[in-house]
């Protein structure tokens, strides 16, 4: 089985999600994803990447964000992770429509938007010590079912 992983870690400043979406990109661009999967995985990382940023570590550039990605044949396993201060009920949080930064506009769809773009998502938090969101997506491109 093919296997390939990467990781790397930035600041908590906003001009980074960029960087974050771009890197997820490449890096799973070597399983030649159909148009519809990169986009649905670079959309998946700007959410958790915005939500490390506006609620972890509410708008403070002196946090860290990890992204670390493996390829395990035919998917993609990946996982975001802060520092911040974690989520109080992740229940709650899962909610379509539910955000506590209302003040910013939020649309509170981040949480359902990854996962409706992903086969799997996981959530793992304590307050006070940040969160992890675990994402997996099976790539459906002729070149990952070959290797």
């Given at each position: 089985?093919?296997?390939?992983?990467?990781?790397?870690?930035?600041?908590?400043?906003?001009?980074?999600?960029?960087?974050?979406?771009?890197?997820?990109?490449?890096?799973?661009?070597?399983?030649?994803?159909?148009?519809?999967?990169?986009?649905?995985?670079?959309?998946?990382?700007?959410?958790?990447?915005?939500?490390?940023?506006?609620?972890?570590?509410?708008?403070?550039?002196?946090?860290?964000?990890?992204?670390?990605?493996?390829?395990?044949?035919?998917?993609?396993?990946?996982?975001?992770?802060?520092?911040?201060?974690?989520?109080?009920?992740?229940e709650e949080a899962r909610q379509p429509l539910f955000t506590s930064k209302p003040e910013l506009e939020r649309s509170g769809m981040g949480f359902t938007i990854m996962e409706n773009f992903m086969d799997e998502l996981e959530i793992v938090t304590a307050p006070?010590?940040?969160?992890?969101?675990?994402?997996?997506?099976?790539?459906?491109?002729?070149?990952?079912?070959?290797?």
């Amino acid at each position: 089985m093919y296997t390939n992983h990467m990781s790397l870690q930035f600041a908590s400043k906003s001009e980074n999600e960029s960087f974050a979406r771009v890197a997820v990109a490449a890096f799973i661009s070597q399983l030649d994803p159909t148009l519809d999967e990169l986009t649905d995985l670079k959309t998946v990382v700007s959410e958790a990447v915005t939500n490390a940023i506006i609620h972890g570590y509410n708008n403070r550039e002196d946090g860290i964000i990890r992204i670390e990605a493996r390829i395990e044949g035919d998917v993609i396993l990946l996982s975001i992770e802060d520092f911040g201060s974690g989520i109080e009920d992740v229940e709650e949080a899962r909610q379509p429509l539910f955000t506590s930064k209302p003040e910013l506009e939020r649309s509170g769809m981040g949480f359902t938007i990854m996962e409706n773009f992903m086969d799997e998502l996981e959530i793992v938090t304590a307050p006070g010590q940040g969160t992890t969101v675990r994402m997996v997506k099976r790539i459906e491109s002729k070149k990952a079912l070959v290797n």
